[in-house]
């Protein structure tokens, strides 16, 4: 019912910002929660951050609070994910989820979400 297209991956110096980019297919994606998750080779998929339908309760990772924003434009179809004063360690492919209505703010592992994207690379170099 949702398709998920990541872009805004790509390659920056530690401290820098990057900025992603969820663009959504479907005629319910208001509806539904979203969040963004990443994994790096040899680890397990973790989650970054969440959003709800209405964009007023959003979900943090311990690792990129105070750093990472998500938010969502539901008239365009987009969920976004700003990263600022990014660190080595969130290198990773970083992933866009979509989670059915009903779906609470605080799910926090891949199998609680129901659409993924492809998946964009984010590289910090120091």
């Known amino acids: 019912q949702v398709q998920l297209v990541e872009s805004g991956g790509g390659v920056v110096q530690a401290g820098g910002s990057l900025r992603l980019s969820c663009a959504a297919s479907?005629?319910?994606?208001?509806?539904?929660?979203m969040g963004w998750f990443r994994q790096a080779p040899g680890k397990e998929r973790e989650f970054v951050a969440a959003?709800?339908?209405?964009?007023?309760?959003?979900n943090y990772a311990d690792a990129v609070k105070g750093r990472f924003t998500i938010s969502r434009d539901n008239g365009k179809n987009t969920v976004y994910l700003q990263m600022n004063s990014l660190e080595p360690e969130d290198k990773a492919a970083y992933y866009c989820?979509?989670?059915?209505?009903?779906?609470?703010?605080?799910?926090?592992?891949?199998?609680?979400?129901?659409?993924w994207g492809q998946g964009t690379q984010v590289t910090v170099s120091s």
């Open positions: 479907g005629r319910t994606f208001r509806t539904y929660l």
């Open positions: 959003i709800n339908w209405s964009g007023g309760i959003t």
């Open positions: 989820a979509a989670a059915s209505r009903g779906t609470v703010i605080t799910a926090t592992t891949p199998r609680e979400y129901d659409y």
